[in-house]
């Protein structure tokens, strides 16, 4: 058998970011409207310093306007529900995403629920879950919206009947992306820690999403052949070259054992370069669709 074809998220995100790019500059031109984003980061956790310079750059890049704020680590619940309520009021602003985790201290989720449902990029608050759980027009997650993206340009737009198994039940990643799929008519199953013989469940799958957050913990005979893979795992492991594993460097994998998997998938995503650069460019369809919503477009 043939490799696997590798799916390839730098490239589709670009296409979607010059996509979306056209998109604004119709929207400025023909309604006067600029669709804006604002990124909310508290503390200076390194990683998530990076997705929000990221967040922030490619908004510009894409001619939105774009605002980030950085609060210090100890902002207090009140002072960022503040900022939350003031952005919620704010007409220049149509998407809010507050990065997370947030530092400890912060009740993350009465941060998220105090977002408007319809600037709430992230799909992340309660009323948009709801709605994508009915099958209602929603913000969906980003990354769920991204793995949806990469699965249709690989297999076509008609996914029906399909057998799909979501490894991970996450608010943020395996409940939405089974939601998804479900809309989509496959037949779904959601896996978690507590599933029996997971093995056998990932074998029946003809598209298998997996984001468990455990470093290849997937294996190539857990797969059927000619399976769809989209990994969904960003998990940081040591070099195996002693000396770079000595200067404390680590590399990302992902949660399947992607060189064997290859063999017998009939397409995957690697990581990094997969679901990853998705993420942020679905961050900005989302910020054009909640702009127009906004502005009844
Ligand atoms: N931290 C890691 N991923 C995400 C995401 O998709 N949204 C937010 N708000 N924080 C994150």
Same mark, same amino acid.
């Given at each position: 058998?043939?490799?696997?074809?590798?799916?390839?998220?730098?490239?589709?995100?670009?296409?979607?970011? !010059?996509?979306?790019?056209?998109?604004?500059?119709?929207?400025?031109?023909?309604?006067?409207?600029?669709?804006?984003?604002?990124?909310?980061?508290?503390?200076?956790?390194?990683?998530?310093?990076?997705?929000?310079?990221?967040?922030?750059?490619?908004?510009?890049?894409?001619?939105?306007?774009?605002?980030?704020?950085?609060?210090?680590?100890?902002?207090?619940?009140?002072?960022?529900?503040?900022?939350?309520?003031?952005?919620?009021?704010?007409?220049?602003?149509?998407?809010?995403?507050?990065?997370?985790?947030?530092?400890?201290?912060?009740?993350?989720?009465?941060?998220?629920?105090?977002? /408007?449902?319809?600037?709430?990029?992230? %799909?992340?608050?309660?009323?948009?879950?709801?709605?994508?759980?009915?099958?209602?027009?929603?913000?969906?997650?980003?990354?769920?919206?991204?793995?949806?993206?990469?699965?249709?340009?690989?297999?076509?737009?008609?996914?029906?009947?399909? !057998?799909?198994?979501?490894?991970?039940?996450?608010?943020?990643?395996?409940?939405?992306?089974?939601?998804?799929?479900?809309?989509?008519?496959?037949?779904?199953?959601?896996?978690?820690?507590?599933?029996? /013989?997971?093995?056998?469940?990932?074998?029946?799958? /003809?598209?298998?999403?997996?984001?468990?957050?455990?470093?290849?913990?997937?294996?190539?005979?857990?797969?059927?052949?000619?399976?769809?893979?989209?990994?969904?795992?960003?998990?940081?492991?040591?070099? !195996? /070259?002693?000396?770079?594993?000595?200067?404390?460097?680590?590399?990302?994998? %992902?949660?399947?054992?992607?060189?064997?998997? !290859?063999?017998?998938?009939?397409?995957?995503?690697?990581?990094?370069? %997969?679901?990853?650069?998705?993420?942020?460019?679905?961050?900005?369809?989302?910020?054009?669709?909640?702009?127009k919503r906004i502005a009844g477009i």
């Open positions: 058998m043939p490799l696997a074809r590798m799916i390839d998220g730098r490239a589709t995100a670009e296409r979607l970011r !010059r996509d979306l790019a056209d998109e604004v500059a119709r929207l400025k031109s023909d309604h006067g409207l600029t669709p804006g984003l604002a990124v909310v980061l508290v503390g200076d956790d390194g990683a998530s310093q990076v997705y929000v310079r990221s967040k922030g750059e490619q908004s510009k890049a894409a001619g939105m306007h774009s605002v980030t704020h950085i609060l210090p680590a100890d902002t207090s619940q009140t002072e960022l529900l503040a900022l939350v309520r003031h952005l919620n009021g704010d007409p220049a602003i149509h998407g809010i995403l507050v990065q997370l985790p947030l530092p400890k201290g912060l009740d993350e989720k009465a941060i998220i629920q105090a977002i /408007d449902p319809d600037k709430d990029v992230d %799909g992340l608050h309660v009323i948009n879950a709801g709605r994508l759980a009915q099958g209602l027009p929603c913000l969906a997650p980003c990354t769920p919206v991204g793995c949806m993206i990469l699965l249709r340009d690989t297999l076509g737009q008609d996914l029906s009947g399909k !057998r799909a198994v979501v490894i991970g039940r996450s608010a943020l990643v395996g409940r939405p992306v089974a939601q998804l799929l479900v809309q989509a008519n496959c037949t779904v199953t959601i896996a978690h820690s507590h599933t029996q /013989d997971l093995a056998a469940v990932c074998r029946e799958a /003809d598209i298998l999403v997996a984001a468990a957050g455990r470093a290849q913990m997937i294996k190539a005979d857990w797969l059927k052949p000619g399976v769809t893979v989209i990994d969904v795992g960003t998990n940081p492991i040591p070099f !195996r /070259d002693p000396a770079k594993a000595a200067e404390g460097k680590t590399k990302l994998v %992902g949660d399947v054992d992607y060189k064997a998997a !290859r063999e017998v998938a009939y397409a995957i995503t690697p990581v990094p370069g %997969g679901v990853g650069p998705m993420t942020v460019a679905c961050l900005l369809v989302n910020t054009v669709t909640a702009a």
